[in-house]
């Protein structure tokens, strides 16, 4: 097919492209722009690229450098209003884009908004293949091969955007439209083919509309806190360093490199001298000299000679290799482990790992003074803060954008497994509350909003039960017992009801033994949903008090498989289907490929088997919680539910913003009932009647602060200076027993009056 492609140099031209999408029906589009963040205030779109069938492709220049005769007596604004009112806002035209989260949020933010049917190929083709590369440039090379060659187009990545030549840049951009274009179609009739549209149409580009608004909305940041962060991080990364290099071994290793490095930094001198001089280069040989004599004398001037005397740099892979392992001048601990390559084979590098050093904690005999800590314990420490710092206080403070808030990029297919991916920040990765506070500190909510969280409880496990329909776990959910706990009361034959009260009672003499015994069994629990081996579960479950051998970890499963039969029976299941099929098939109809179930490396085929009981429980799970972000989204827009904007999610959970007259027990009480079933049967053909999908609320002034709802409550308190937190708790212990089910009965008043009354 031939392509037609050119730039459009005057707004009659314009109007021309606007008939045409609106004859065609169709628009593919594509920005190019000077890479800036979306929310920046430098942030420019450099030219808008659009395809209204195969072959065609018009570049319409907004702010390229060679634009500025382009737009006589009109705008690159105005003209791109025109276009976006015209055919992205007409509800007859089909849009069509690789990625088109991004490109919406770019014609959003000129206030033009989208109506009407979007297809979305990288989308399309992800649910066709999770194993595959997403990217436009990938599919042409395998689906559009007399094409591949477009990529030249991009040759010179060291130039801007906005400075590339405007006629290769638009030859480009309408390469990227037209084959979006093309196979964008191709995907989408393939997913009906499949059996993929329904899971497409109604969960993966509702879900993709909602998580564009949470980038929009973003995370207000509390850059003062940022600062005053910066400086205790680095406060105590000198700390540790400090006391790191005050140890005897780390001093003698620190002599050693210091003297190696002057040793051989005099040999290459006096290497330079004696050339020089054979060439009678007399004045290159007196500066040489002159060095030679200061570096002798211990006077270090320039920066190569500065590096003489640096310290041990306790990041460096080469040097703690060398301190941890050498004989003559380290720590001289025994090599118990090897690096791996990206084929997972092992290398002859041994490795510096933090389960390697935490192993090697037992031959650690450098303990300081007060016997606290050694090298081992400190340098983990250390690693822990710099990881801290680097990734989330200066990290995230790099991140903030014109308007004062970071603003994630949630990636529906940036995994194989179907959960969520996030990035600029990873904001699945965002340490608990309970092992960093500080990080989740520096988001706040808008002035006098709060942040309204809501997750599932356990949700993995309840989807397990359910697939398995296990009786006993099944009941155990539905009467509100704390599963690990009852998990641990069956395996050493207690009463759940006599044991539930010496766990809710931290003074009884046995509280720490129930406690242990519970997390023993929450630890064997979700080892079954990742289907782990006994080897891996022994591991899990050893502390260095108390190792646990593998023939116990294998005790330990046999235990589970006798008190919840039925799991068994489903792993098998699971085993043989992804055994005959190359894939397992979640609630929502998403397959995981595992051509690897075929191979003959016993290891590889062991971990496709495993897949095949993970991956349907863990993708439902992140579904569930997906689809009813897109029911809650659809009922704030329909007003059926207070205004609230979603701005973060991990996994099974959602982080919105709210005033706080709205956080009431109507409110609650409406978001969990979409979420413990969120209309699956009329979408999916499935529900979850037979296990309560239970959900955690939380209330908070910043991310960190994790207030569990009061039913009720007077949420104006928390905005107040003299909020008592005490007080808070002491409210709460007289509403914590009453069940979110029972909120229609118990606090009638809320029920019979709308939210917009308040």
Request: net charge neutral; hydrophobic share 30%.
């Amino acid at each position: 097919m031939k392509t037609r492609y050119h730039i459009i140099k005057s707004y009659s031209e314009l109007e021309k492209l606007v008939e045409a999408c609106l004859k065609t029906g169709y628009a593919s589009v594509d920005f190019e722009t000077n890479a800036e963040p979306i929310y920046n205030d430098t942030f420019k779109p450099t030219i808008l690229s659009v395809t209204f069938q195969p072959g065609s492709g018009i570049s319409i220049p907004l702010q390229h450098f060679e634009c500025s005769e382009s737009h006589i007596n009109k705008t690159w604004l105005e003209w791109l209003t025109y276009f976006g009112r015209n055919v992205i806002e007409n509800p007859n035209v089909v849009k069509i884009a690789w990625n088109w989260k991004f490109d919406n949020q770019i014609f959003q933010r000129y206030n033009i908004y989208s109506r009407g049917t979007v297809i979305d190929g990288m989308l399309a083709k992800y649910l066709l293949n999770e194993e595959r590369p997403n990217g436009l440039k990938d599919m042409v090379r395998r689906f559009l091969p007399e094409f591949s060659d477009y990529e030249k187009y991009d040759s010179f990545d060291s130039i801007p955007w906005s400075k590339k030549p405007l006629k290769k840049l638009c030859e480009y951009g309408c390469m990227d439209t037209d084959f979006t274009f093309r196979l964008s179609i191709f995907f989408e009739s393939f997913l009906i083919k499949k059996g993929f549209y329904n899971l497409y149409r109604n969960l993966i580009m509702p879900a993709s509309k909602v998580l564009q608004s949470a980038e929009k909305n973003g995370l207000p940041f509390d850059v003062e806190l940022n600062v005053k962060l910066r400086e205790k991080y680095n406060n105590l990364i000198n700390e540790y360093n400090t006391k790191l290099r005050s140890i005897r071994t780390v001093q003698r290793y620190q002599n050693y490199i210091i003297k190696k490095r002057k040793e051989d930094y005099i040999e290459t001198l006096e290497s330079e001298i004696e050339e020089l001089r054979e060439e009678g280069k007399d004045r290159q040989v007196k500066t040489r000299e002159q060095k030679l004599s200061r570096i002798i004398a211990g006077e270090y001037t320039t920066k190569a000679e500065l590096k003489l005397i640096e310290e041990v740099n306790f990041s460096s892979q080469k040097q703690m290799v060398d301190l941890l392992y050498n004989s003559n001048h380290g720590f001289k601990f025994p090599v118990i482990a090897y690096t791996v390559d990206k084929h997972k084979k092992p290398t002859n590098n041994p490795s510096t790992a933090e389960d390697t050093l935490i192993k090697l904690k037992e031959y650690d005999k450098s303990g300081f003074i007060d016997n606290k800590s050694g090298f081992i314990d400190t340098l983990l420490d250390l690693r822990g803060v710099q990881t801290i710092n680097s990734t989330f206080i200066v990290g995230l403070g790099d991140l903030v954008q014109s308007d004062g808030g970071v603003h994630p990029t949630f990636l529906i297919h940036g995994t194989v497994s179907g959960r969520l991916s996030s990035r600029n920040p990873n904001g699945q990765n965002i340490p608990k509350t309970m092992v960093n506070p500080d990080v989740k500190l520096q988001f706040i909510p808008p002035k006098n909003q709060l942040f309204l969280s809501y997750d599932y409880s356990q949700a993995e496990l309840r989807i397990l039960a359910h697939l398995a329909n296990e009786s006993t776990m099944l009941e155990w959910f539905r009467t509100g017992k704390d599963i690990h706990l009852a998990s641990a009361c069956k395996k050493y034959h207690e009463d759940y009801n006599e044991i539930i009260k010496i766990y809710q009672d931290e003074q009884h003499p046995e509280y720490k033994l129930w406690k242990k015994r519970r997390k023993e069994s929450k630890t064997i629990n979700f080892g079954i949903v990742y289907e782990q081996s006994a080897g891996k579960l022994a591991e899990s479950l050893s502390t260095p008090e108390e190792p646990v051998s593998k023939e116990e970890g294998q005790q330990f499963l046999d235990e589970f498989f006798q008190t919840f039969p039925k799991i068994k029976r489903f792993i098998d299941r699971q085993h043989k289907f992804m055994e005959k099929h190359g894939y397992c098939v979640s609630l929502f109809g998403r397959r995981r490929r595992c051509p690897k179930v075929y191979s003959e490396n016993y290891g590889e085929y062991l971990e496709a088997l495993r897949q095949s009981t993970n991956a349907p429980v863990q993708s439902a799970a992140s579904d569930m919680a997906l689809f009813a972000s897109v029911i809650v989204y659809g009922k704030v827009k329909k007003g059926e539910l207070p205004p609230m904007k979603e701005v973060n999610t991990v996994h099974d959970s959602v982080y919105q913003f709210i005033l706080p007259k709205y956080i009431t027990p109507d409110t609650i009480y409406n978001i969990w009932d979409i979420c413990r079933n969120p209309s699956t049967k009329e979408y999916f053909g499935f529900s979850i009647d037979d296990v309560d999908m239970s959900m955690d609320f939380t209330i908070g002034r910043n991310m960190a602060e994790e207030l569990p709802y009061i039913p009720g409550y007077d949420y104006n308190k928390l905005l107040r200076e003299d909020f008592d937190i005490d007080e808070y708790y002491r409210e709460y212990n007289k509403y914590r027993d009453i069940p979110i089910s029972d909120y229609p009965k118990k606090f009638k008043k809320y029920f019979k009056e709308s939210w917009r009354k308040r």
